[in-house]
């Protein structure tokens, strides 16, 4: 059957922004990105004009939301999940493991697998691979995540789950014993290097790179600084993750843009001087996200760490921040709000730039004739107004 989608308002494109337009899509896929023209009017037109339309968000780090955890282990968990997120504007993710047991994991893994395998839109947002980001955690970094199941990389185990093909973003801590040995074979496996919980100096992180790692996770959050570093080697003071990713142009990051985690200021810096095309937007958040505030299990629902929600922000027992609780339409709107300008590029951060370091931008990530249709009405105050996956329908306020 030939379906055909026609959106017509101001398009989002890498580049800049195309005040009236409409976006032709055919089966699925985007056709053509067209001015706006009268005999658009005789064609079945969804008529945004005034909205803003834009490329489906990309989440790479991403734990859960809506009472869910992936860490929970089933499909409806993470059919739960999804659903969420693609009611905030993601119509991509990569599911992220917390520290756990390797049943634990393993579970975490199938689930997605089924749920990936039987996918309808119905299910939410796609499933684009998994991040397996716990449980390989630096010990004086392990934040939230329960220490129980923090280790450093057993071959045998990460052999195991690096050979999965859903498996496409990998993560160590760049100072544990075997850290190198992870990152060779998690590049022969062709993941996404990532370093994260980490309290690693400019030396391990160099060492790191020349096995193939090429980004930290939530920049200025759970990363080595100099004066973490001081707590490991005394004097003279450190370099850290911070310096060796403004430093190293090969390196990329992301930001928790929830207005919780940093200030305007921190976001503007990480936008200026790392910039839109190494630094990305994530959620990182987790089950409490469009849940009631109250008590809830950071991992795995059986014996996860308890965080509080206030119903603005996910703390510890300890007061620190866990994770997050908002969706990327919410980190755009605080991106967006921080810099004032330059929304193209905002919008960039949250889809193309984390879709081109995940290695799907041939799919995914912008409006471009040969890409899946996964578009996102966005409101004059960047409200998610409607969702589009693969052209069809998947949510509409």
């Given at each position: 059957?030939?379906?055909?989608?026609?959106i017509?308002g101001?398009?989002?494109?890498?580049?800049?922004?195309?005040?009236?337009?409409?976006?032709?899509?055919?089966?699925?896929?985007?056709?053509?990105?067209?001015?706006?023209?009268?005999?658009?009017?005789?064609?079945?037109?969804?008529?945004?004009?005034?909205?803003?339309?834009?490329?489906?968000?990309?989440?790479?780090?991403?734990?859960?939301?809506?009472?869910?955890?992936?860490?929970?282990?089933?499909?409806g968990?993470?059919?739960?999940?999804?659903?969420?997120?693609?009611r905030?504007?993601?119509?991509?993710?990569?599911?992220?493991?917390?520290?756990?047991?390797?049943?634990?994991?393993?579970?975490?893994?199938?689930?997605?697998?089924?749920?990936?395998?039987?996918?309808?839109?119905?299910?939410?947002?796609?499933?684009?691979?998994?991040?397996?980001?716990?449980?390989?955690?630096?010990?004086?970094?392990?934040?939230?995540?329960?220490?129980?199941?923090?280790?450093?990389?057993?071959?045998?185990?990460?052999?195991?789950?690096?050979?999965?093909?859903?498996?496409r973003?990998?993560?160590?801590?760049?100072?544990?014993?075997?850290?190198?040995?992870?990152?060779?074979h998690?590049?022969?496996q062709?993941?996404?290097?990532t370093?994260?919980?980490?309290?690693?100096?400019?030396?391990?992180?160099?060492?790191?790179?020349?096995?193939?790692?090429?980004?930290v996770?939530?920049?200025?959050?759970?990363?080595?600084?100099?004066?973490?570093?001081?707590?490991?080697?005394?004097?003279p003071?450190?370099?850290?993750?911070?310096?060796?990713?403004?430093?190293?142009?090969?390196?990329?990051?992301?930001?928790?843009?929830?207005?919780v985690?940093?200030?305007?200021?921190?976001l503007?810096?990480?936008?200026?001087?790392?910039g839109f095309?190494?630094?990305?937007?994530?959620?990182?958040?987790?089950?409490?996200?469009?849940?009631?505030?109250g008590?809830?299990?950071?991992?795995?629902?059986?014996?996860?760490?308890?965080v509080?929600?206030?119903?603005?922000?996910?703390?510890?027992?300890?007061?620190?921040?866990?994770?997050?609780?908002?969706?990327?339409?919410?980190?755009?709107?605080?991106?967006?709000?921080?810099?004032?300008?330059?929304?193209?590029?905002?919008?960039r951060?949250?889809?193309?730039?984390?879709?081109?370091?995940a290695?799907?931008?041939?799919?995914?990530?912008?409006?471009?004739?040969?890409?899946?249709?996964?578009?996102?009405?966005?409101?004059?105050?960047?409200?998610?107004?409607?969702?589009?996956?693969?052209?069809?329908?998947?949510?509409?306020?």
């Amino acid at each position: 059957m030939d379906k055909k989608l026609l959106i017509r308002g101001k398009v989002i494109l890498p580049e800049g922004i195309v005040d009236d337009a409409v976006v032709r899509c055919e089966n699925g896929r985007i056709v053509a990105v067209e001015l706006f023209a009268p005999r658009h009017v005789s064609e079945d037109l969804v008529d945004c004009s005034g909205s803003y339309v834009s490329p489906g968000f990309v989440d790479i780090h991403v734990h859960g939301a809506a009472g869910a955890d992936y860490m929970d282990g089933t499909a409806g968990a993470v059919r739960m999940a999804n659903r969420a997120h693609a009611r905030h504007g993601t119509t991509s993710l990569f599911p992220t493991t917390t520290t756990g047991s390797f049943g634990q994991l393993d579970a975490m893994v199938r689930s997605c697998e089924e749920v990936r395998d039987g996918w309808s839109v119905s299910d939410g947002a796609r499933i684009a691979g998994i991040h397996f980001y716990g449980p390989y955690f630096a010990e004086d970094k392990v934040g939230v995540h329960a220490r129980e199941g923090r280790r450093n990389p057993v071959r045998e185990e990460y052999e195991y789950f690096l050979r999965k093909e859903i498996i496409r973003i990998a993560t160590c801590a760049s100072e544990l014993p075997g850290a190198l040995d992870f990152f060779d074979h998690a590049r022969e496996q062709g993941c996404f290097i990532t370093c994260g919980h980490s309290n690693a100096r400019w030396s391990e992180l160099e060492a790191a790179f020349a096995h193939g790692m090429r980004h930290v996770d939530h920049f200025w959050c759970a990363m080595s600084s100099v004066s973490s570093l001081r707590g490991r080697f005394g004097f003279p003071m450190q370099a850290g993750m911070e310096q060796y990713v403004l430093a190293n142009k090969g390196m990329s990051t992301e930001v928790i843009a929830d207005g919780v985690h940093l200030s305007d200021d921190l976001l503007r810096f990480a936008y200026e001087v790392i910039g839109f095309e190494r630094t990305c937007l994530v959620t990182d958040s987790n089950r409490a996200m469009d849940a009631p505030p109250g008590k809830y299990r950071f991992g795995p629902s059986e014996d996860g760490t308890w965080v509080f929600s206030d119903g603005n922000a996910v703390r510890g027992a300890d007061g620190s921040l866990a994770s997050s609780m908002r969706g990327m339409d919410w980190m755009v709107r605080t991106m967006a709000g921080a810099l004032g300008r330059d929304l193209h590029n905002v919008v960039r951060m949250a889809s193309l730039t984390p879709a081109t370091l995940a290695g799907i931008a041939d799919e995914v990530g912008s409006i471009a004739p040969g890409k899946l249709a996964d578009i996102v009405v966005l409101g004059p105050e960047l409200d998610v107004r409607r969702v589009y996956i693969g052209a069809e329908a998947a949510y509409a306020a």
